[in-house]
C-alpha cells in the first residue's frame, strides 16, 4: 500500500485485508486499540488484532470508519472503528492465520509516500 500519510496507509491496510477475507460494507462497528513500540511492530499487531476480532466475534472485516495513530513517548498507538458483517451463511469468508513479522515492510519513499506490506498465512 502507498499513501501520503502514515494514517491513510494504515487505513488502507484495512481495506487490502477486507479484500483479502471477502468483506463488503460492514453495518457494525468494533473498536480496535493497539500499542507496539514501532511502526513495523504495530503493522503486525494491527493486522493480528484484526485476524482475532474476526475468530472471537464471528464478523468478516470491512474497512476502517474511523482510524487514529498516534507517536506516543516510547512507541506508537492506533485506535480504530473498523466496519464489520457478521459471517452468516449467505456470507464466504477467507480464513487467515496470520501475519508473517519477517517480510512486513513500513517506510517512506520519497515521490510516491508511506509503503506497508505484509503477508498474511492463509
Same mark, same amino acid.
Given at each position: 500500500? #502507498? &499513501?501520503?500519510?502514515?494514517?491513510? &496507509?494504515?487505513?488502507?491496510?484495512?481495506?487490502?485485508?477486507?479484500? /483479502?477475507?471477502?468483506?463488503? &460494507?460492514?453495518?457494525? #462497528?468494533?473498536?480496535?486499540?493497539?500499542?507496539?513500540?514501532?511502526?513495523?511492530?504495530?503493522?503486525?499487531?494491527?493486522?493480528?488484532?484484526?485476524?482475532?476480532?474476526?475468530? !472471537?466475534?464471528?464478523?468478516?472485516?470491512?474497512?476502517?470508519?474511523?482510524?487514529?495513530?498516534?507517536?506516543?513517548?516510547?512507541?506508537?498507538?492506533?485506535?480504530?472503528?473498523?466496519?464489520?458483517?457478521? /459471517? !452468516?451463511?449467505?456470507?464466504?469468508?477467507?480464513?487467515?492465520?496470520?501475519? !508473517?513479522?519477517?517480510?512486513?515492510?513500513?517506510?517512506?519513499?520519497?515521490?510516491?509516500?508511506?509503503?506497508?506490506?505484509?503477508?498474511?498465512? /492463509?
Amino acid at each position: 500500500m #502507498v &499513501a501520503d500519510s502514515k494514517q491513510e &496507509a494504515f487505513k488502507q491496510v484495512v481495506e487490502a485485508f477486507s479484500e /483479502i477475507v471477502g468483506g463488503e &460494507a460492514g453495518n457494525q #462497528v468494533h473498536t480496535i486499540k493497539v500499542e507496539s513500540e514501532g511502526l513495523k511492530p504495530l503493522l503486525f499487531d494491527f493486522l493480528d488484532e484484526l485476524i482475532f476480532l474476526q475468530d !472471537t466475534e464471528n464478523v468478516v472485516v470491512s474497512y476502517a470508519d474511523e482510524l487514529e495513530l498516534e507517536r506516543l513517548e516510547n512507541g506508537w498507538r492506533i485506535e480504530a472503528d473498523i466496519k464489520v458483517d457478521l /459471517i !452468516t451463511s449467505q456470507v464466504h469468508v477467507m480464513d487467515v492465520k496470520g501475519p !508473517t513479522y519477517n517480510e512486513m515492510k513500513v517506510s517512506y519513499e520519497e515521490g510516491e509516500g508511506w509503503v506497508l506490506e505484509a503477508v498474511i498465512d /492463509i
